[in-house]
């Protein structure tokens, strides 16, 4: 149909697909990959109806998945309408902070599991899966960390943490994010690595050792490397992608006691999605017997226009496009948001929006109603193909 076109030409010319194929925008041409732009047309027309009232966690697993949420303990405890929302939607729950070194370990001899412990007997009392986040990670490292640990007894405190940490948990944990954002390709090291803490003292190694050392202390639990910035069809993205899968052969490759990959997928609004290098970068990691988990759901419409109407359809259609590449790939197991309700998202202070409106990032807004994300979030999980 674009023969005759050059190709940056046919970089331009977008069909809607809105009725067709369910994504929003396309780029079509001979030699380009169709990329997905959700924010670029006005998608006005684009149907975002779902049948029936069942909610996600009940649409999830009809296809095998997991469907659930980050959350702060404070919030849960003290917010009604949340603590419903979550239990109404969700299959699984994390703690947003309250597992991280910052929290978990206030001084370097005493642990506090009081947070920890109220939101693991929440998840049980209704019936959800309860997921750890994160044992090994370059932020939220406690003020008392720089001062106390130093190359020589840094083996000692990772072992000693991983191990009193997975241990309490052991048996009710579903997965363990046990190491967090260990690539930057940007930082420029050998492999990839990120310029972390851990790297500087203790190598490469620390990676591997972390995996060894949570699967002896909790042999049940699914141990899951998560990573950021995997999502997106920019050149940073692809970087970080070809890093990953390079670590996840090597520590596959020796052995280690690893099960699963997490994207965490916090999408940018106006960002796109290359369908093409997505699959193949999450069949690659399937090939290497691997799980794969979303782990970190949200959309940041900072560079989104200001009427909440039509930036809420631009916010599902990133969802819906998103999930239905993703779920296409059945070693998907697992779709986490990074919160349930607008009312609370990190994105409120990390990336507020220029016109002063509030983030609409998640699946219900900030009096907890549904909003066009849960319908694409829905239609994503009815259109799945079962695992
Ligand atoms: O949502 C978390 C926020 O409350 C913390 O202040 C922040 C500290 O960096 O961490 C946020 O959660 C992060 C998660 O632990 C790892 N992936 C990125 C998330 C967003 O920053």
Not at 97 to 112: A, H, S
Not at 138 to 167: C, D, G, M, S, Y
Not at 261 to 277: A, E, M, T, V, W
Request: hydrophobic share 40%; aromatic share 8%.
């Amino acid at each position: 149909m674009f023969k005759n076109s050059s190709p940056n030409r046919r970089r331009f010319l977008y069909i809607a697909l809105s009725g067709l194929a369910g994504a929003t925008a396309i780029a079509v041409g001979k030699n380009i990959d169709p990329i997905y732009y959700s924010h670029t047309l006005d998608n006005s027309k684009r149907d975002f109806r779902v049948t029936g009232q069942d909610p996600l966690k009940k649409r999830a697993a009809a296809k095998g998945l997991i469907y659930g949420a980050a959350c702060g303990q404070g919030i849960l405890a003290s917010d009604k309408n949340l603590k419903a929302s979550i239990v109404r939607e969700c299959g699984v729950l994390t703690p947003e902070n309250e597992l991280k070194w910052q929290f978990v370990r206030p001084r370097p001899d005493v642990f506090d599991f009081s947070r920890g412990d109220w939101m693991a007997s929440f998840a049980r009392a209704h019936n959800m899966l309860f997921q750890g986040h994160t044992l090994v990670w370059h932020q939220q490292l406690p003020e008392w960390f720089k001062e106390v640990v130093n190359r020589q007894n840094a083996e000692k405190f990772l072992v000693e943490h991983i191990t009193t940490v997975t241990k309490h948990y052991a048996g009710q944990m579903h997965a363990w994010d046990v190491v967090n954002e260990a690539i930057k390709p940007k930082d420029g090291l050998k492999a990839g690595l990120r310029q972390s803490p851990w790297l500087k003292l203790l190598g490469p190694d620390y990676i591997e050792l972390a995996y060894r050392v949570a699967a002896q202390a909790d042999p049940k639990a699914m141990l899951v490397y998560n990573e950021n910035d995997l999502e997106h069809n920019t050149p940073e993205h692809e970087a970080k992608r070809t890093a990953v899968l390079k670590l996840l052969e090597r520590l596959k490759s020796r052995g280690t006691p690893l099960h699963a990959l997490g994207i965490q997928s916090h999408l940018l609004g106006h960002g796109s999605l290359n369908p093409r290098k997505l699959r193949n970068f999450l069949s690659d990691v399937a090939s290497l017997g691997l799980k794969i988990l979303v782990t970190e759901l949200d959309v940041i419409d900072q560079k989104l226009p200001s009427d909440s109407m039509v930036r809420d359809r631009m916010i599902a259609a990133m969802y819906e496009d998103y999930l239905s590449i993703v779920l296409d790939e059945r070693a998907v197991i697992a779709v986490l948001t990074w919160g349930l309700s607008d009312k609370h998202t990190w994105l409120s202070m990390v990336t507020p929006r220029s016109d002063g409106s509030p983030v609409r990032p998640l699946p219900l807004d900030s009096n907890f109603k549904p909003k066009l994300v849960w319908n694409a979030i829905a239609r994503a999980f009815d259109q799945a193909p079962k695992r």
